[in-house]
């Protein structure tokens, strides 16, 4: 079976920029609010201003169950998700290096989802392309792309969960809930989703406190260790942020710290706070 380590170096691939079976895939967004409303549109544009040799861009928008709202940016159905792979050129034995422009958590959300459909052979790069530029290494500003390949799923039942296992977790002890958004958002004070506040007995660790600020790659694991350990006791983390990205980021960090069960709320509050039904909590 093909294996990978799920972070690597702006180094490594570098020095593997020639193997016939790496994929690298840039699958940036962009965030932008209208009228205080968070909304999203591609990195292809910063994508063709320059890139990692070799790279392909993923648009995240083809990679969402088409059922659902654009913004939910939710999981599709496996025969779709494969689909997809396969155009960018990734089969089962691909290795995978997923790259992005903001905080790791584009990256991260398409290593997720390659996870949840039973591919582990996949990297993010760490630091994403700061890091690759930060390195003075090789930049390419042509449209580039990988043969078809044929990609076949093996969906896993663990890595994304529903608002119904959600609202189960809100009193089950041995789940942790982590809100992977900002503390303001956390706390209630701005509202990016139509209501205020988290899902009720939140823990809030942010996407963004794992990461050196400096050089946005992730924290050592020492760490990250000491940041995340009252949630890494829990036998359950389910995290969620708005649409599956940020948390999908923290999941990664969790999974490679070795805890065994680790879900992305794939509805995220994007969902959640369209439902009026469901339960928030405002405060810290």
């Known amino acids: 079976m093909t294996t990978m380590e799920s972070l690597v170096s702006a180094e490594w691939v570098a020095a593997h920029l020639d193997d016939p079976d790496l994929r ?27 890139h990692i040799p070799g790279s392909t861009f993923l648009d995240l928008f083809e990679l969402h169950d088409p059922g659902r709202p654009r913004m939910t940016m939710t999981a599709p159905a496996p025969e779709h998700f494969a689909a997809v792979m396969g155009a960018l050129g990734v089969g089962n034995d691909s290795r995978v290096v997923l790259y992005d422009r903001r905080e790791n ?8 989802l390659l996870r949840a459909f039973g591919h582990d052979a996949a990297g ?43 609202q189960a977790a809100i009193s089950d002890p041995s789940v942790a809930l982590v809100n992977a958004l900002g ?36 924290r050592t694991e020492a760490e990250l260790r000491a940041k995340l350990e ?20 923290l999941a990664h960090v ?31």
């Open 230 to 249: 009252p949630v890494l006791e829990a036998e359950r983390i389910i995290v969620y942020c708005g649409a599956g990205a940020a948390a999908s980021s």
């Open 183 to 218: 503390r303001r958002q956390h706390r209630g004070e701005v509202n990016d989703y139509g209501r205020r506040g988290h899902i009720p007995g939140s823990a809030n660790i942010t996407a963004w406190e794992v990461l050196d600020r400096e050089t946005g790659r992730y």
């Open 105 to 112: 958590m584009w990256a991260a959300r398409v290593w997720w």
């Open 254 to 284: 969790l999974t490679r710290l070795g805890h065994p069960d680790v879900a992305v709320y794939d509805g995220g509050l994007v969902e959640w706070c369209a439902d009026r039904d469901l339960p928030l909590e405002r405060g810290s």
């Open 124 to 166: 993010v790069l760490d630091g994403g392309w700061g890091a690759w530029q930060a390195a003075v290494l090789p930049e390419c500003d042509r449209p580039c792309s990988y043969p078809a390949a044929t990609f076949e799923p093996h969906p896993r039942t663990g890595p994304l969960v529903d608002r119904e296992t959600v």
């Open 24 to 50: 690298i895939i840039d699958p940036t967004m962009q965030i932008n609010k209208v009228a205080f409303l968070p909304t999203i549109r591609t990195g292809l544009r910063e994508y063709r201003r320059g």
